[in-house]
Structure formats: structure tokens, C-alpha cells
């Protein structure tokens, strides 16, 4: 049924007005018959302003109108559908020009002797915005690992394996003159058992920041407190009894990894704080330090994208807190807990 047809009573006007989407009624002419209160805040014209106009010139922008007419008379002439009863995205218009992402569904409303059509209009710049901020931390994210095995695969090759290429070297050597110089071979020995012990540790230094030992062995607690550390700066540290499942634990560590970083490389700070706080439904990460304030998202790097994007994985979200008084900097990530 048409709204404003002579058909449609005040209690359907009501609900339709009081829609959270707009809704747009036309004739068989392209000519709306119909514009809730939705559609007049969302396109900003006022009561009374589109009832009677071009549809096309009302909230399309100039390179839609044609298509949107020659669809229409196609469907007249023909009964092809092409977006009926389907969702479809499109660009809108406002009345002072500006364009947003909208997504539309068309129904068809018989009328006696002639079509209508009512349309159900969303603005869905939200979530466009989202959905582009989402596909970008993927990238970010893709990026990061990229770049993160290519500087493993580069440390292995310019340390432990060099090391170890240099201990079989010795080993071989002090095998050809194990008969002929027994002395000089057991120095060739000696040196191939230090370049094979630094390769070991090496690896172990490797390992330890891809994921840390003592986070396996001991909790996260223990891989915190043998953080904090080896910081060059004081760290207060305050986990209050806080357990996590491992792979949440996992990424709480790399986070205040990270953080601490940034305080260290950047802050410019005399001393650090890292508290964590958990109820029934949400655990609380702050990083706080004492340093020069002023940070500000993507400053400096990407230091602090990248935290965000850690936080995002996990469904949580970040706040800054970074005045410019030399009033330090505070992060703190609130991330959701299962039941």
C-alpha cells in the first residue's frame, strides 16, 4: 500500500514515520509521493519539500539520474527487474550536494490502474568506514607478520646460522690437523664449542621474541616481572593475581612489550607503570609513564597502530590519554572476557 495515497491511514503514517530508515514512496513517473521524517533529517530537506519532485534529482547524484530513469521505464515497458526485492548499495545525495554510501531496497505497491514503488533507504556510512578501517588493519596486520619473518629469517642467516657455519668450519679444520698439529687442533676445537654455544644462544634470544619461555613454564606474571626488568627505566608492575587463558596471555605480554618500547624509545620518560585488572566480563591493561606526553596515533611510526590493531584482534579497544604538558602518556586496553 502507497503511503499518502488516500489509502493509508494515520496509524501507518505513524509507524512509517517513526522508522529509524527513510522511506520513499513514487509514482510510475519517478515522482515521490511519500517522504518520512527519517528521509527529511537523513537527505535534509524540510516537511513538505520532496513531496512532488523528481526522485532521481532529489537524492541521486548527477551521473545515477539517467540510469534511474531508463531502469524505470524499462521495468514499465518490460517487467525486467533488475533491484527489485533485492539490497542493493548505491551512492546518495543530500540536498547540499554531499554524497554517502546508502544501501536501498525497492518493493512494488500496486495501485489501482498504475504502479508505485516504495523504497527503504539506509545510510550506511558506518559502516563502509568500518569495514574499510577493518580491511586496513588486515593489511597492517599481513604486513606486520610479513615483515616480521623476514627479519627472523635475517637474523638466523647473519647470527646463528653464521655462528654455526663458523664452529663446522673449525670442527673441520681441527679434523684435518687432529694428526698433524694436535695442539692448534684443539684450539680449533675450543673455538668451534664457543661459536656453536653462541649460536645456541642466539636462538634462544630469537625464540624468546617470537614467544617467551617463561610464559610457557611460568604464567604471564613471571614473563612481566622478567620484562619489566630488563627495561632500562623503573617499572612498577601491579597484575593483582590476574590468569588468562594462554593465547590471551600471550598477547597481553607482547602488548605491554610493545608499549614499554615506545615508552623507552619515544616518552622520554624517568619511570613506567603497567597495571592489569580483570572482573567477570572485561580485563584492563594501562601502560602509563612519566615522559614528555604529546603522542598522538601513527606519530613516530607505527608503534601505536600496531597496538591498536593487537587490541582490535582481540575485540577490545584503546584509549590515549597523552597531553602535552609533560604529563606523560597512558594506554589503556579494555579487551572482553568469555564466561
Not at 130 to 152: F, G, N, S, T, Y
Not at 222 to 233: G, N, T
Request: hydrophobic residues 45%.
Amino acid at each position: 500500500m502507497l503511503p499518502n495515497s488516500g489509502a493509508a491511514d494515520a496509524r501507518e503514517l505513524g509507524v512509517l514515520d517513526a522508522a529509524l530508515d527513510c522511506v520513499i514512496s513514487i509514482d510510475d513517473r519517478g515522482r515521490v509521493t511519500y517522504f518520512n521524517a527519517s528521509a527529511e533529517r537523513t537527505f535534509g530537506y524540510g516537511p513538505g519539500e520532496a513531496v512532488g519532485r523528481d526522485l532521481a534529482d532529489l537524492i541521486l547524484p548527477p551521473s545515477a539520474r539517467e540510469p534511474h530513469r531508463r531502469g524505470l521505464a524499462r521495468y514499465l515497458a518490460t517487467g525486467d527487474a533488475r533491484i527489485l526485492d533485492r539490497r542493493i548499495e548505491l551512492t546518495a545525495m543530500r540536498a547540499d550536494g554531499s554524497q554517502f554510501p546508502a544501501e536501498l531496497t525497492v518493493t512494488r505497491v500496486d495501485l489501482p490502474g498504475r504502479h508505485g514503488f516504495t523504497g527503504f533507504v539506509r545510510d550506511i556510512t558506518d559502516r563502509v568506514r568500518a569495514e574499510r578501517e577493518l580491511r586496513a588493519a588486515q593489511r597492517r596486520v599481513i604486513e606486520a607478520a610479513d615483515a616480521a619473518r623476514a627479519r627472523v629469517t635475517r637474523d638466523i642467516h647473519d647470527g646463528a646460522q653464521q655462528q654455526f657455519v663458523n664452529a663446522l668450519i673449525n670442527l673441520q679444520l681441527a679434523q684435518q690437523k687432529w694428526s698433524s698439529d694436535s695442539g692448534r687442533a684443539r684450539e680449533l676445537l675450543d673455538i668451534a664449542a664457543e661459536e656453536a654455544t653462541a649460536g645456541v644462544e642466539t636462538l634462544r634470544e630469537l625464540a624468546a621474541g617470537i614467544h617467551p619461555t617463561i610464559l610457557s613454564d611460568r604464567g604471564l606474571a613471571a614473563a612481566l616481572d622478567a620484562l619489566v626488568a630488563r627495561m632500562p627505566i623503573p617499572v612498577s608492575l601491579d597484575v593483582a593475581g590476574v590468569e588468562l587463558l594462554p593465547t590471551l596471555a600471550a598477547s597481553v605480554y607482547f602488548f605491554c612489550s610493545e608499549a614499554l618500547t615506545n615508552v623507552v624509545k619515544h616518552a622520554a620518560a624517568s619511570t613506567a607503570w603497567v597495571t592489569l585488572a580483570a572482573n567477570d566480563s572485561q580485563l584492563s591493561v594501562e601502560v602509563r609513564d612519566d615522559g614528555i606526553g604529546g603522542a598522538q596515533p601513527g606519530q613516530g611510526g607505527t608503534g601505536l597502530v600496531g597496538l591498536n590493531d593487537r587490541i582490535a584482534a582481540l575485540g577490545g579497544s584503546l584509549e590515549l590519554t597523552s597531553p602535552r604538558a609533560g604529563e606523560g602518556t597512558t594506554l589503556t586496553a579494555r579487551i572482553p572476557l568469555s564466561p
